[in-house]
C-alpha cells in the first residue's frame, strides 16, 4: 500500500505532530476523503485534521474538517449488552491489543493550505490510500483561521476555539470585513445573542479599532455598555476613552420634515383611498413650496391638505372638499406625538463619531414608531455616508460623515419580517445591496431567523449563528447561510449558551466557537423568579411581624390604613 511520507520538517515523533488514522479512500464527493481511526478522541465533528502533498516545489497541510464519523468495527453486541462484562476484558482475551477496540470510519471536507495573500487554497490534490492523517495543531490553527490576529489593528476577538482547550486557540474576526460586507447574528432565545453583539461592540470600541457604531435596542439591553467609559482596558496613554450615549425615549425626536410620505402614512389612522390620495398631494405640494433649507411641520403639511382638496366648480368657484377636515384632525394625532417634532431632530453627526457608541432605547415606543424611527435614522445615515463620500457636503453640514459608520438592528425581524410589510425593509436593502461602496455596515441580531426577510438575510455575509431549535427556523438558515456548512448546521440543537458558529467574509473557514467573557456587564439577564418571589415574602413578612409586635393603638391605625377593620 502506497504512503505518503512525513515531511522531514515535521517528524511523526515530535510532540506538535499527532497522527491520528489512515486514510482509507475518496468520500461521496470530490471534497472528501475517509480516513479509518481507532482512536475517538479526536474524531469530533468540526475538528480540524490535514494531510500532506508536494504542491510547486515544496511540502503543503491540506486542511480539513470532520464532517462525519461512524462505527464500523467493535466487540459483538452480546457484550454490550451485560453490565457485568467488562468490555476491556473481553477484548484482551480475544487478542485486541488497544485501549479501545472499536474502528472508526471519518469524513473529512477538504478546505485546502494557507496562502497569507490568498487565503486557503485547494489543489484538488486528493490524498493517497495509506496516507497518514495528522490533527492540526493549536499554533497551526491560530495562524491560518483568523484573518487577523488578536490585539492587531482591525481584529475583533470575540472567543476561542470550542473544540480545543480553553483558549487555546483564539478566535479573532476581520473587523474590515465584518462593518463592510455586514453581519447577522441567529439565536434561539437565551443562547446569549444580546451577549455576543454585547462582546462585538466591546472590540469595536477598544482602542485598536475605535469605531463609530449606533445600536437600536428594542429591549434596553445595552445600557450597561457605559462602562466602558470607565474601564481600564478601553483606555489609553494618547488620551483615548470610549463614549457612550444612551438616549431613552425622552431623548429620541425625528424632524418631521425629513419623513417621508410612506413613514407619514404608517403613523396615521387608517384612511380612505381619496385621503391617501391628497396626503399624497399635499406632501408633494410641501416639499415643493416648503422644501429645501426650510424645516416645514404638520401645521405646513394640513395647510397643503387643503390646498390639495380645493376644487373648482363649473363655474369657476374654488371649493374646499370633504377629505381635508378628516386629514387635519388625524395629522393633528402626529403633532402630538413625543418622538416626532418641527424642529428637534437626531443628526447623524449626533449620532456618529469614531470612538463613540449610540444606544437608541426604544422599549416604550410602539412597533409603528419604531418602524418609522428606524427608517428615518437609516436613511439620513446613508444618504449621509454618500453625500460625504461624494463631497456633496461639508464639515459645517449636520450630516457630514466623513467616517465608516457601523448600525446594529437588535430583534431585526420587526424591522425586516419576511412576510409583511415593514417601514424600513426597503431602507435596510438598500443598504444592504449598496452600502459597502459608502462604508455604512449593518449588523442583524434576531432570534426567529424564519420570520426576517430572506433577501435581507442572504446579504449579510458574516453570520454568526447559536444554538437553534425551531425546525422552521433551522430550515431557513440552511438556505440563508449556506457559508456555515450543512455539517455544522447539524449541531445547531446541540450547542449550548455561548457556544456559536462562525462563518463568512470575516474568518478564513466557518468555526466553533465558545464566546469570551465579556468586558462589562450583561444587560440581557433573565430575571431570577424564585430568588424574587423569596426576597418579597421576606420582605413582606418581616413588615408584618413589626405590625403584630407594635402595640394596640399603632397596629390598629396601621390596620385601618390598609382598609382592615378591628371588631
Partial sequence: MKQLRTSASLPVNTPSVTIIGT?????????????????????KIGEFVYYEVQEAGKRVQILGKISGRSLIDHLPDRIFADTEISPDAIAS????????????????????????ALGFMNPRKTPDPGAKVFLADDAMLKRVLNKKQPGAIGAAHVGALLLRDAGAVPIALDVKELVSTHMAILAGTGSGKSYTAGVLVEELLLPHNRAAVLIFDPHGEYSTLTEMQGHPDFQTEDGYAPTVKVLTPEDIHI??????????LTLLPEMSDRQQSILNKAYALVRKHRGGEYRWDVHDLIAAVYEADTQTDEEGNEKAGSSAPALEWKLERLQRSPYFHPFQHLAPSDLFEPGQVTVLQMNEISQEEQQVICAAVLRQANNARMDSQKERIGPNDENYLPYPIFILLEEAHRFAPAHEPSRCKAVIRTILSEGRKFGLGVGLITQRPGKLDSDVLSQCMSQFIMRIVNPVDQESLKYGVEAAGRDLLKELPALTKGQIIISGACVNTPVLCKVRTRLTKHGGETLNAPELWQSYFSAHRVQERKIEQAPVAARTRSQSIRGVSIE
Wanted: proline residues 4%.
Fill in 93 to 116: 482475551l480475544i487478542g485486541f491489543t488497544y485501549t479501545n477496540p472499536e474502528i472508526y470510519e471519518v469524513t473529512v471536507d477538504v478546505i485546502g493550505y494557507f496562502d497569507s
Fill in 255 to 264: 424632524r418631521i420634515s425629513s419623513l417621508d410620505y410612506a413613514d407619514i
Fill in 23 to 43: 486514510v482509507k479512500g475518496p468520500g461521496e464527493n470530490g471534497n472528501q476523503y475517509v480516513f479509518i481511526t481507532a482512536d475517538n478522541r479526536y474524531v
